[in-house]
């Protein structure tokens, strides 16, 4: 069976829809993402602190780890000054996370045919 760790969305979604929609994608993307990997086992708190000035900041630090722990990857910090940069670097977190998804499904998958 091929495990997805995250949900696959469309980069492109991640990066206009914001726009479209004056910042509100952005928050959810944020809330379904902290969903996602607080499924996975860490604990992102909740997306409500995002909306508080600084208290954002340590926000999106958090689940730049949460993202980082159940993506492999390192301590988060790369994820976080991605984040820092709105929707344009949600647009690269997400293709990040879908390209390491499909890495590990297709790994999964080959292990399992062979």
Known sequence: MDRILLKQ???????FLPL?????????WL???RGEVN????????T???IVPFVSIWWLWTLSAGISKVSGG???G??????LLGNIGATFVQAGMNTRSRG?????????TA
């Open 9 to 15: 969305r469309s980069a492109a979604a991640v990066f």
């Open 20 to 28: 479209i929609t004056f910042g509100i994608y952005w928050i959810v």
């Open 31 to 33: 809330a379904k993402t």
């Open 39 to 46: 499924g996975q086992g860490t604990s992102v708190p909740t």
């Open 48 to 50: 409500w602190l995002f």
């Open 74 to 76: 390192g301590t988060g």
């Open 78 to 83: 790369k994820f976080a000054l991605l984040l």
């Open 104 to 112: 590990i499904a297709g790994s999964a998958h080959a292990f399992a």
